[in-house]
């Protein structure tokens, strides 16, 4: 917008409401983060003494480096990269091989494939059949069960589709075409590097929503604790402290394992975010630019 340009009484008006708004917004968002990276560097009796706010009380890296010591956490977070990025490879493959030709306007008969996979959107077959199927296939208790199930997701498809036909023109193909391109050297050597936006918003949807935080599928699928990714660990590693804290006779001792119980659970709340929010600003005019999709139209 011009600064020299002169604003409205209407147009000031929604300024400062959607300011005070937005600032509301971050606050409220912004507080219970910082909470709990207070109550993660302040010592466990500050912590179970409910002294701790916005600001560590007795700083320590105790607990943190009390958490990472433990074997099944390392191996949690090794098996969450290794669903993440293989799994992501997968997710971006699948998903990019289908809404290609999708979005071709020579394609016979998009629209009724496009209907199918609309359809799965609003009917699944549910969580015992699909149990039963993955159980067949002999995919239970493997790496794979945190691979295949979840290879390509209908939204995300449609939204790679739509990007497609919004932004690579269809007389770019025809060019290619007339040059001898094939449609395998169009996909590689034209629409993937013109999709770099939507390439970015996908692996950030895939890598987060489907593999980081794939807590339901691992309790479902999984039984060896070699396989488990981060958020099972994690979950299995609060039970464990609760149960040991109530096989506990002696009051000083257990006074004391609740505190460090309570410290440990901000520390793993900590540790399970924060590779997401170092990944998310660098991909983050991207997802700005690839979520406008279709919004406007020239």
């Avoid at 296939?137 to 997701?153: C, F």
Wanted: aromatic fraction near 12%.
């Amino acid at each position: 917008m011009n600064r020299n340009q002169k604003l409205s009484p209407s147009d000031k008006a929604f300024y400062i409401v959607d300011f005070v708004f937005l600032l509301v917004s971050g606050v409220v968002v912004l507080l219970p983060l910082l909470n709990v990276l207070a109550m993660s560097l302040s010592s466990p009796n500050a912590v179970l003494a409910g002294r701790v706010y916005l600001w560590p009380k007795n700083f320590t890296l105790d607990t943190y480096l009390m958490v990472l010591r433990t074997p099944t956490i390392k191996t949690g977070y090794l098996n969450t990269f290794f669903y993440m990025i293989v799994g992501t490879c997968i997710n971006l493959f699948m998903t990019v091989c289908c809404a290609y030709p999708l979005s071709r306007r020579d394609l016979v008969g998009k629209n009724t494939i496009t209907m199918l996979f609309t359809f799965t959107m609003a009917f699944s077959g549910g969580m015992i059949p699909t149990y039963i199927v993955i159980k067949n296939l002999n995919l239970l208790d493997s790496r794979w069960v945190m691979l295949l199930p979840p290879a390509m997701t209908v939204w995300n498809m449609i939204l790679a589709r739509t990007f497609f036909q919004n932004t690579i023109p269809f007389e770019l193909y025809e060019s290619a075409e007339l040059d001898g391109a094939s449609d395998i050297r169009v996909l590689l050597s034209i629409v993937l590097p013109l999709s770099t936006p939507i390439l970015a918003v996908l692996t950030l949807f895939y890598a987060v929503s489907t593999h980081w935080n794939a807590y339901f599928n691992a309790m479902m699928y999984l039984k060896s604790q070699s396989l488990f990714n981060i958020q099972l660990v994690l979950r299995n590693t609060m039970n464990n402290i609760s149960i040991m804290m109530n096989q506990m006779n002696d009051l000083t001792q257990q006074e004391r394992s609740l505190a460090l119980a309570e410290a440990s659970k901000y520390c793993i709340i900590m540790l399970s975010m924060l590779p997401v929010m170092l990944i998310y600003p660098f991909v983050q005019k991207y997802f700005i630019k690839g979520i406008m999709i279709g919004s406007v139209k020239g």
